[in-house]
């Protein structure tokens, strides 16, 4: 919106010379720029519709206004490179090309874009990344072609100039993607339909109006309706089956994987996705395409920590903890850039390790977790319970009690902390956190039996019985519940 309001004013201007236009003109491309900063290409785009309509460009009229908003339009390019670079994780051997590749890759997407913009079938989410190399001779064949087609629409332009201003702004919209600046998605593709959202607009605004020139006779007004009615309604049709695809994160990973099974992003993601639906056999399949992202790419991490996320959930702990300590090695080398998936692999890794037995490591891995996320209420109680079965009670009570402060109306928080508080021999204060965790979830058969277990153990059988009898009203084949009653009985 701050883009095409800022080329409107700008445009307005340039006939006007009003400098309160001009300032408005200012404003919102820097708020586009604040926006997204693809909108970074506006001042060139803005000189190529200059030349369309004049048919040369003049240095003080033409170029000199747009200074700013070129200043303007570098700072933000040049902000977001380095943020791409430094905090993105767009840099490495996957990022590592000559001049001539990027040239290649440049000349070879602007022909992806533009046939996919006029062709657009088979979409995909996630597109194959092309082996680029300059010593291939057919790779060449794509900037050639560009080439080629840019001289002769510039031998045209004595007919017409709109053929040439419109590929131009549609390639120079694309500059900040077609490969001369490393963004994260090239890991992947080096190619995305989104990216050509703001520079289809040109080739659009062509096609529309060859549309309403080659129909521009009075014969044949009812012809041209029924070509725009006939044409909106196409892509109306493809544009309703794509939407299909993006029902939920699930289906689009698929479909992805169905037109491009080597996208190692789609296994990944669906394995992360299907590890969080809690279904045993969902989490078999996300570990198959873990495993298939793995073949793809050995060395990535994410991959490798949804694989030993859905080995953990399936309880193959063993092999869990193996690809886990595969993923700790490679993550001395090179962290993860986003801290909350940092946090959430040695929050991970301490469980592969508690599990196994292996609790003095555990506790350093989520200690680890939590100097990078200090209020995850659930790592706090992951350390309190091995802290508590090491015998570090009051170390233990300390994370239970934080646990409780992050969720205070969590039940479980409650009953963590009142059993770490029964081991240190604080029974009144225990006895008050479990009243709290029944008060919190009355409908929950387990918190009646754990206040009851605990009346139990300090001596007060009596008091037990009808917490007992409470889980049992609401559960009746709770045998923990049963078994409490009967020994509860037994004392009373």
């Known amino acids: 919106m701050f883009y095409f309001a800022a080329a ?52 003080r009229r033409d170029v000199v206004p747009l200074l700013a908003m070129f200043a303007f339009g570098i700072a933000g390019g040049a902000m977001t490179a380095w943020f791409e670079h430094a905090y993105i994780g767009a840099r490495g051997a996957a990022f590592d090309f000559t001049f001539i590749e990027r ?88 190619v995305a339909d989104h990216f050509q959202y703001l520079a289809s607009a040109s080739i659009i605004a062509l096609v529309c109006a060859a549309i309403a020139r080659g129909f521009d006779r009075p014969s044949w007004t009812k012809a041209r309706s029924f070509a725009c009615v006939v044409l909106v309604g196409v892509l109306g049709v493809l544009a309703w089956r794509q939407s299909h695809d993006y029902v939920n994160a699930a289906t689009l990973y698929r ?18 996705e299907l590890n969080n639906s809690g279904d045993p056999a969902q989490i078999a399949e996300g570990v198959e ?37 595969v993923v700790a090695a490679a993550l001395a080398a090179s962290p993860m850039t986003d801290p909350q998936r940092m946090a959430a692999f040695h929050r991970s890794y301490g469980k592969a390790l508690h599990a196994s037995g292996r609790k003095g490591e555990a506790i350093v891995q989520y200690a680890a977790s939590l100097r990078i996320a200090p209020d995850s209420a659930a790592t ?69 039996a754990d206040l009851g277990t605990a009346l139990l153990a300090a001596g007060r059988a009596a008091e037990a019985i009808p917490q007992f009898e409470a889980a049992l009203r609401l559960d009746p084949n709770d045998s923990r519940a049963r078994g409490g009653l009967a020994r509860a009985r037994g004392k009373s």
Request: charged share 15%; glycine share 8%; aromatic share 12%.
């Open 289 to 325: 395409h873990a495993r298939l992202a793995l073949q793809f790419e050995p060395d990535d991490v994410e991959a490798r920590f949804n694989l030993a996320g859905g080995l953990m959930l399936l309880g193959r702990f063993g092999e869990a903890l193996t690809e886990y300590d």
């Open 103 to 190: 040239c290649l890759i440049a000349g070879r997407a602007v022909w992806f874009y533009l046939v996919s913009l006029v062709w657009p079938v088979n979409l995909s989410f996630v597109y194959p990344r092309w082996q680029v190399s300059q010593s291939v001779w057919w790779q060449y064949v794509y900037p050639i072609a560009m080439i080629g087609l840019l001289a002769a629409l510039w031998l045209y332009r004595g007919r017409s100039r709109a053929p040439l201003a419109a590929l131009l702004f549609f390639g120079v919209t694309l500059g900040p993607a077609l490969g001369f600046v490393n963004v994260y998605p090239f890991k992947f593709s080096f």
């Open 380 to 448: 706090h109680t992951d350390l309190g319970v091995a802290l508590g079965q090491q015998g570090r009670v009051d170390e233990a009570i300390q994370h239970f009690s934080d646990a409780l402060r992050l969720e205070p109306s969590v039940a479980d928080r409650h009953t963590n902390l009142g059993s770490a508080l029964m081991q240190a021999g604080r029974v009144e204060s225990a006895l008050a956190e479990y009243r709290a965790a029944v008060a919190l979830a009355p409908n929950v058969p387990d918190v009646y």
């Open 8 to 59: 409107l004013v700008y445009l307005k201007f340039d006939d006007t010379r009003s400098s309160r236009l001009y300032g408005i003109a200012l404003v919102l491309f820097v708020l586009a720029l604040l926006s997204k900063t693809v909108t970074a290409t506006l001042p060139a785009g803005l000189l190529i519709v200059l030349w369309w309509k004049r048919g040369s460009l003049d240095w």
């Open 255 to 272: 479909a992805t994987i169905a037109r491009n099974p080597g996208a190692v992003m789609a296994h990944t993601n669906l394995a992360m």
